[in-house]
């Protein structure tokens, strides 16, 4: 079964950084589109940033970008999120998810995705 699994989350200041991981099991690492979503109490989930198989990299929010890097290492089947500069606004569970990459396939579509992991927790706070 496809299966990824967060780590990396905690209680950080403002200004300070965390890296997150995702180690993914049971599936071809290569073959899939792996994106970080994260989810705010009382918001919808959204993207964070994305990185295709051939290491391409989206950030979903230009205010993210220049704090936030993605990254992956397939030899390892991980992801991970370089978190930089973190405000309060950052505060959320971060989730990682994994979508097969084929024609078609929609980064920003929840449903497109065939693995969720259980989140990792990201607070900032003074």
């Known amino acids: 079964q496809v299966q990824v699994e967060e780590s990396g989350g905690g209680s950080v200041q403002p200004g300070g950084s965390l890296r997150l991981s995702c180690v993914g099991s049971g599936f071809t690492f290569t073959n899939y589109y792996m994106t970080w979503f994260r989810q705010a109490p009382g918001k919808e989930r959204e993207g964070v940033a994305a990185?295709?198989?051939?290491?391409?990299?989206?950030y979903i929010n230009d205010s993210r970008k220049g704090r936030f890097a993605v990254s992956r290492d397939n030899a390892k089947n991980t992801l991970y999120l370089q978190m930089n500069n973190l405000t309060v606004e950052d505060t959320a569970m971060y989730y990682c998810?994994?979508?097969?990459?084929?024609?078609?396939?929609?980064?920003?579509?929840?449903?497109?995705?065939?693995?969720w992991g259980q989140g990792t927790q990201v607070t900032v706070s003074s």
């Open positions: 998810a994994a979508g097969f990459y084929r024609w078609g396939f929609r980064p920003l579509q929840l449903d497109d995705y065939t693995a």
């Open positions: 990185i295709s198989p051939d290491f391409g990299a989206t």
